[in-house]
């Protein structure tokens, strides 16, 4: 962030948030009281000791005096702990190492995943770019380029693993965009390698732990101020990675409604370039680096899955190096898609900035918002218009997702286990496996030959992309790639083969890349526990 | 609302229900115009305050303006009311879409669902309009009984209550009770599948069946709506108001209702081929049991009733047969599939 614009959002984004919570009788009291309470809680877990000490002195401060206080007192106490976010949230912006990152980092991101093998590492100096083999960035390139030229843009990728950002930020340098600022978990800090690369990537810390609505807002308010002020953003609408493996069907709705209210501001504002678009994207994996913790944390009752997760493998560098050899190693690609630019109310955007309707007629996106006239919020036409664009947000997702070779064999297998034992439970099965602990190799191409067939009929329909290997092999390449993946990168093998029979390890995995499928017609369900 | 000032609504449909609408708002007061397919039909509006084809000798409201031009008229409303037959919905929904814009509210009163698509009529102004603001409007209202100043009742369905709350203003102050609600999948499959009930009844009546059989009819077709619309994501009290028992008690009891009368014809014997070209009105009942029954079977649901107008239709069965296949189905819990969900 420029550093003239710090201090604007900084101011902006106090006001309209106080403005938010002081709106009512009592409005101020209720608003001031529950953070306190929210952050006193908070700070009781705190691990920093040093942090809880300061904090803790800070809000005791402020509840003494607002226990006393007039309104008015309270509204600027209130302003006080307002400020207080905003500074953390907006403070740790350094604009020099911010435009040294977006130089410096890409190449050493290439150079730190090609250093796994000195002689891709000797590629890289040579001068050729070999991570252009393991990420593939595809879809909509020119138009999402033409529109983050007319307007403001928002990116909002599938969310399946923590390196998600980095690889973004890396395909965002490749294909010429700009950087984007974004908002990432603390948990993301927790790897003091990645904490590198995320602090300069544009990244500004977002404390999930806080759970006070008024530093939610903060945030909010401060991603919609920021697309006021032309900064590109990136967001994961899911809010967290997928816990099952499945590509988002919900997303999270307060943060993405940020983009309509920056656009009303802009028309309000009467600015020349008032365009917000919002930029799906799909990463697809063959192997997900955190696979094992996050089926393990969805499979876990309900109400006991956890949010934040700390201790996952994203935090342990040997399972990060692991991963990325093996994806050398098995010359396995990443993709990652761009879809068509959307409109703030769901509507395709062409290269020239116009939106369309689904007859492909062009639509003056301007009227949606206009009440006499003139444009204005209302709240609850906003949050309808924020679901329609969220409906058009997970199509895209599912028409851009990548189906690899470990998801649909993933499926095949899964589903002969499910056949084998119609009556058993979810969890059962998963447990015990069934009655057989492998299949014959010949059933499970068979099986795969007709999932293939349906993958293949739904790619040509436009509505799902399948990788090389499934749309250009056989049944019997998409079996021993999948086995390749499988059977080696996580702890214990999904899937091995020994003579002619397939042996399946590890169910949750199986049952992870097979829910990816889910919501494609033909293809899987979802497996809820 | 919007800065458009030429009219209050545009009614798109010259049919019964939409006849009957644009006359009870001229009657309120407002600015109506009505687009009507064939050129005559609106040079008869214009000329005599008649659409014989549909109204007889009804004189309707004498401000009445009728057109069959969409693209003069379209841009000039805030609101457009679509009544048009579910099986030229599309065509004239494009058409709409092509002059319409994002400020404009779109509503329809159109009791039907996309034969071959299954999609419901708001799904189908979503795809060929760029509007947003959608709804709908459902309920028991025989349009001879509204246009004889009887008072009703009816629901207004969006997502959006700019939508909700523009068609109540319309209806203020007149004999239609407009209520207001958010589950618009719930209204469209309540107005969809009375229909077939309607059908079901109208065969119990033609073949002499008493009050004690039609209400044993009619409340487990209002079970049988019900479980099919919240297996489609609607609101189970939805089909507790009039969008639900209230529109299937009217279309069930009067002999005016059309599925109703074809349900009498075919207990009688008539051909479906016969009385369909004998008819000049369309009677939805037909298309809707078909889409409906591909549905249910493809959603794994059993539905009794529907399946037996599906064979009564299509499948040349006699009133008897479809009888004695839902008396032999074994009683359950009542609403046992609905409370244990």
Known sequence: MRVEDKERVGVEVTQRVLDHWTQGTDAVEHALFDTIYEERRRLESEKKRSRAKKEGAFYNRIRHEALKASPERQKELLKEIIGFFVEEVTGHFDPRVYEVATRVVPPALSVLLNSVSPLRLLETIQGSDPLVDQLEVGGEIEAVKNAAKLGTTILVPTHSSNLDSILVGFALYRIGLPPYTYGAGLNLFSNKLISFFMHNLGAYKVDRRKKAPVYKDVLKTYAGVSMEMDYHNLFFPGGTRSRSGAVEKKLKLGLLGMGLNAYIHNLQAKKKRPDIFVVPCTINYQLVLEAETLIGDHLKEVGKSRYIIEDDEFSKPKRIFDWVQKLFSLHSRIHLIVSKPLDVFGNQVDEQGVSRDDRGRPVERTRYVLQDGKPTFDRQRDQEYTRELARSIVDAYHRDTVIKSTNLVSMAVFDLLRNRCPEMDLYRLLRTGGSEESFSLQEVHNQVSRALDTARKLSQAGKVRLCETLSEKDTVAVVSEALAHLGSYHRHPALSRRGDRLFHGDRNLLLYYQNRLSGFGGLATEKKP | ?341
């Open chain 2, 1 to 341: 609302m919007s800065t458009r000032s030429g009219l209050d609504i545009l009614v798109v449909g010259g049919g019964t229900f939409g006849s009957t609408l644009a006359t009870l708002l001229c009657e309120n007061g407002h600015r109506v115009r009505i687009w009507v397919r064939r050129e005559e039909q609106a040079s008869e509006i214009n000329a005599k305050h008649t659409n014989s084809r549909y109204l007889g000798d009804f004189k309707l409201h004498e401000n009445l303006q009728a057109t069959n031009e969409l693209a003069d008229s379209v841009p000039e409303t805030p609101i457009v009311l679509v009544a048009i037959p579910s099986k030229f919905f599309r065509e004239v929904a494009r058409e709409i879409g092509d002059n319409l814009e994002g400020d404009q509210i779109l509503v329809h009163a159109t009791k039907g669902i996309e034969i071959d698509t299954f999609k419901r009529m708001s799904d189908i102004l979503r795809e060929e309009t760029c509007a947003k603001k959608i709804g709908v409007i459902s309920g028991p209202n025989l349009a001879k009984e509204i246009i004889a100043g009887q008072p009703a009742g009816a629901l207004v369905a969006s997502r959006y209550d700019e939508v909700v709350e523009g068609t109540q203003t319309l209806f203020q102050g007149s004999w239609m009770r407009m209520y207001g609600g958010r589950d618009v999948i719930g209204t469209e499959i309540g107005g969809s599948f009375k229909n077939i009930i309607a059908l079901a009844a109208g065969v119990a009546n033609g073949m002499g069946l008493g009050d004690n059989t039609k209400a044993l009819l009619i409340t487990r077709g209002l079970s049988e709506m019900a479980r099919f619309g919240v297996s489609l994501g609607a609101d189970v009290f939805t089909f507790g108001g009039l969008a639900g028992i209230g529109d299937l008690m009217a279309t069930c009891a009067s002999p005016l209702s059309r599925n109703h009368q074809v349900g009498v014809r075919l207990a009688k014997g008539e051909k479906l081929k016969k009385i369909v070209e004998s008819m000049n009105q369309v009677a939805e009942g037909i298309t809707t049991t078909k889409a409906v029954f591909k549905q249910v079977q493809h959603l794994g649901l059993d539905l009794p009733i529907v399946r037996a107008v599906y064979g009564l239709l299509y499948e040349g069965w006699e009133g008897q047969k479809a009888l004695q296949n839902l008396m032999a189905i074994p009683v359950g819990r009542e609403l046992a599939a609905l409370r244990y969900r």
